[in-house]
């Protein structure tokens, strides 16, 4: 089915302009004539590869999508028929995106496609892990159950991101603040000074000339200096886009204190409330195992071992001695699945343990945060300590000669 941007005049007589899904021109004819239009022309909006794309461009923020979801669960409770229900959710929902994506799903409903299949269209926007659960609830019949806890899903994911921004975005604001402010004084103000002095004929401490020696080098090395922390931040993102550099990457980032421990508990939270969603929707543990190792964790070691642990499944062992067996996985995590194993209440033991490590994560954060505020103050009042003080030792023998001569 493609997008059609369209021109047709209503019973009035009036022009209208717009965009609608279809499989042909006759087929967009049909579909106008039902809406009281008569077309004129049409033209498919393509990309640049050459794919038909849904017109009014942007991208769909994913608290829309937790929207749409809600919406759309209220509507198929309120007893509505599907269609109707994408019908009423495309007249409120704000993003213009959205609002085409769903026009174009409903149109292939319509055209008898399944609820997944005309998702399925889309999958930049209805990512694998929302179409699995969507599927599993529209063939079980309970499909409004499926969406809202989609949605709590979603709305889960999005407070973790916004957790992660907030430990990520403050220290590197104060970083880049300080570094510019050294550079300053390194970079001007200290040689502007040390040439004044050695205008005064004043013999400068080691402490100075070794800052002066800094500030020359950077002076004069400076553009090698950049080219070569460019060449290592490229390099260090080529080697991440090779699974292997990504693998080990992932791997010793969990062994930085504070960082990996923030970063472990990010991934166990994610690998607990996927389970746990999947698991309810009725997910088979094939394909719940297939979706958590596909870049789902936010840490390809961890994914690995994930898919290590579903070969230790595929070999008779349980789903606790799996994690277990596949290694990477703390005590805690592992005790938790053995517990729902045993007591037959294994999505209530993912939930409990996504719930603790989400409070990990923000304890996390906040111990971050609170580390990283002295660390800085002592880092900065030291750099600058040592300027100043490589500034103050000779002005203090130029005003102490003076005394003298006097």
Same mark, same amino acid.
């Given at each position: 089915?493609?997008?059609?941007?369209?021109?047709?005049?209503?019973?009035?007589?009036?022009?209208?302009?717009?965009?609608?899904?279809?499989?042909?021109?006759?087929?967009?004819?049909?579909?106008?004539?039902?809406?009281?239009?008569?077309?004129?022309?049409?033209?498919?909006?393509?990309?640049?590869?050459?794919?038909?794309?849904?017109?009014?461009?942007?991208?769909?923020?994913?608290?829309?999508?937790?929207?749409?979801?809600?919406?759309?669960?209220?509507?198929?409770?309120?007893?509505?028929?599907?269609?109707?229900?994408?019908?009423?959710?495309?007249?409120?929902?704000?993003?213009?995106?959205?609002?085409?994506?769903?026009?174009?799903?409903?149109?292939?409903?319509?055209?008898?496609?399944?609820?997944?299949?005309?998702?399925?269209?889309?999958?930049?926007?209805?990512?694998?892990?929302?179409?699995?659960?969507?599927?599993?609830?529209?063939?079980?019949?309970?499909?409004?159950?499926?969406?809202?806890?989609?949605?709590?899903?979603?709305?889960?994911?999005?407070?973790?991101?916004?957790?992660?921004?907030?430990?990520?975005?403050?220290?590197?604001?104060?970083?880049?603040?300080?570094?510019?402010?050294?550079?300053?004084?390194?970079?001007?103000?200290?040689?502007?000074?040390?040439?004044?002095?050695?205008?005064?004929?004043?013999?400068?401490?080691?402490?100075?000339?070794?800052?002066?020696?800094?500030?020359?080098?950077?002076?004069?090395?400076?553009?090698?200096?950049?080219?070569?922390?460019?060449?290592?931040?490229?390099?260090?993102?080529?080697?991440?886009?090779?699974?292997?550099?990504?693998?080990?990457?992932?791997?010793?980032?969990?062994?930085?204190?504070?960082?990996?421990?923030?970063?472990?508990?990010?991934?166990?939270?994610?690998?607990?409330?996927?389970?746990?969603?999947?698991?309810?929707?009725?997910?088979?543990?094939?394909?719940?195992?297939?979706?958590?190792?596909?870049?789902?964790?936010?840490?390809?070691?961890?994914?690995?071992?994930?898919?290590?642990?579903? %070969?230790?499944?595929?070999?008779?062992? #349980? !789903?606790? /001695? +799996? *994690?277990? @067996?596949? $290694?990477?996985?703390?005590?805690?995590? &592992?005790?938790?699945? %053995?517990?729902?194993?045993?007591?037959? #209440? !294994?999505? /209530? +033991? *993912?939930? @409990?343990? $996504?719930?603790?490590?989400?409070?990990? &994560?923000?304890?996390?954060?906040?111990?971050?945060?609170?580390?990283?505020?002295?660390?800085?103050?002592?880092?900065? $009042?030291?750099?600058?300590?040592?300027?100043?003080?490589?500034?103050?030792?000779?002005?203090?023998?130029?005003?102490?000669?003076?005394?003298?001569?006097?």
């Amino acid at each position: 089915m493609a997008r059609l941007q369209y021109q047709a005049i209503d019973q009035g007589g009036k022009v209208c302009r717009g965009t609608a899904a279809a499989f042909h021109e006759k087929d967009l004819e049909d579909r106008l004539r039902e809406r009281g239009l008569t077309l004129i022309s049409s033209r498919p909006i393509r990309e640049s590869g050459g794919t038909i794309r849904p017109s009014g461009g942007g991208k769909i923020k994913p608290r829309m999508l937790v929207e749409f979801y809600r919406r759309f669960a209220q509507t198929i409770d309120m007893g509505l028929p599907i269609l109707t229900g994408l019908e009423e959710n495309a007249k409120v929902i704000p993003s213009k995106t959205l609002k085409r994506v769903i026009e174009d799903v409903k149109a292939a409903l319509e055209d008898g496609s399944t609820l997944f299949d005309a998702m399925g269209q889309f999958p930049k926007v209805f990512e694998k892990l929302d179409l699995g659960i969507i599927r599993m609830g529209e063939q079980s019949g309970v499909l409004p159950q499926c969406l809202n806890d989609l949605a709590d899903f979603l709305e889960w994911k999005e407070n973790l991101r916004g957790t992660i921004k907030r430990a990520t975005i403050y220290p590197c604001f104060v970083l880049l603040a300080i570094s510019g402010v050294i550079g300053v004084w390194v970079g001007y103000v200290l040689p502007q000074v040390g040439s004044l002095l050695q205008e005064l004929g004043v013999e400068l401490p080691r402490i100075t000339k070794m800052i002066l020696a800094t500030s020359h080098f950077f002076q004069a090395y400076w553009a090698w200096l950049i080219f070569g922390l460019c060449a290592v931040l490229a390099s260090g993102y080529l080697i991440q886009k090779t699974k292997r550099g990504k693998k080990l990457f992932d791997r010793y980032l969990l062994r930085v204190p504070v960082i990996g421990g923030l970063a472990g508990n990010i991934a166990y939270a994610r690998l607990s409330r996927n389970f746990a969603t999947m698991h309810r929707a009725g997910m088979t543990i094939p394909k719940v195992f297939s979706v958590l190792s596909d870049n789902v964790l936010g840490n390809r070691y961890l994914e690995a071992q994930v898919a290590l642990a579903f %070969r230790e499944l595929q070999m008779g062992q #349980s !789903l606790a /001695e +799996s *994690f277990e @067996r596949a $290694g990477g996985f703390p005590p805690l995590l &592992v005790g938790g699945i %053995r517990h729902g194993e045993v007591t037959g #209440s !294994l999505e /209530e +033991s *993912f939930n @409990r343990m $996504g719930a603790y490590y989400d409070g990990e &994560v923000s304890r996390s954060v906040e111990v971050l945060i609170n580390a990283f505020e002295p660390a800085i103050m002592l880092l900065l $009042g030291g750099v600058f300590g040592v300027i100043i003080l490589s500034i103050m030792l000779p002005l203090y023998d130029v005003l102490g000669s003076l005394g003298q001569a006097y």
